[in-house]
């Protein structure tokens, strides 16, 4: 099963999506967020808009996902998904984080895509323990991929610090 897990800059994959920690807003942020709406350029902000005024008026529910343009990144799409926000998730944190994974994978599905980047969902800003979110989204991943064995999917953490807390917790 095609699984990579490497540190590095999403913004600089070329996979046909890359997975953007967005927030509900899709009006752009820090983190992962604000560097791939800088890198990408202003056509992706212009994309979120339109996916504001035509789907999701008040914004993109936790755990949902959407796609748009990549802009100027060298992936042809990106995903734009919301994860929990930890502390304010009550009981269903872990499951809204799978969600976000998994609702991620079912758009690159429909969009024709066969490989797929995703980010640290929730571990920045949103503060959902790293050990905990790498655990959720390795196992959300891999059953998804059980019934899509030709999709490719990277996990990219900024750090090689972050990437060996994910490996460490999903024993790799
Ligand atoms: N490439 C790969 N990973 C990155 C990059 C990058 N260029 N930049 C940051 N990370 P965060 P969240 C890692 O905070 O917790 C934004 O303001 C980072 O080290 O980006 O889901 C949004 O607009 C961390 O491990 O996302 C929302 O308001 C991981 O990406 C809010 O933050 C996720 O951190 C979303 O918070």
């Known amino acids: 099963m095609p699984i990579h ?3 590095g800059d999403i913004t600089k994959e070329k996979a046909c999506a890359i ?3 967005a927030n509900r807003s899709l009006m752009g942020g820090g983190g992962v967020d604000g560097a791939i709406h800088r890198a990408g350029g202003p056509a992706i902000l212009a994309a979120c808009k339109e996916v ?3 789907q999701y008026p008040d914004g993109l529910p936790t755990g949902e996902a959407v796609a748009t ?7 042809q799409y990106v995903i734009h998904t919301v994860g929990p926000i930890w502390g304010r998730c009550g009981d269903r944190c872990d499951e809204l984080l799978a969600n976000a994974y998994r609702n991620s994978l ?3 599905v429909e969009l024709g895509c066969d490989s797929v980047v995703f980010p640290a969902i929730s571990t920045g800003v949103y503060g959902f323990p790293a050990d905990r979110a790498a655990k959720i989204a390795y196992k959300t991943v891999k059953d998804f991929l059980k019934s899509h064995p030709d999709m490719d999917v990277t ?3 900024h750090s090689d610090r972050s990437r060996k ?5 999903t024993a790799h």
């Open 52 to 54: 504001r005024r035509t």
């Open 69 to 75: 343009t990549a802009g100027n990144l060298p992936a």
């Open 19 to 21: 997975v953007n920690a």
């Open 155 to 157: 996990f990219i953490f």
């Open 165 to 169: 807390v994910f490996e460490k917790a």
């Open 106 to 108: 079912k758009v690159a």
């Open 5 to 7: 897990i490497k540190a």
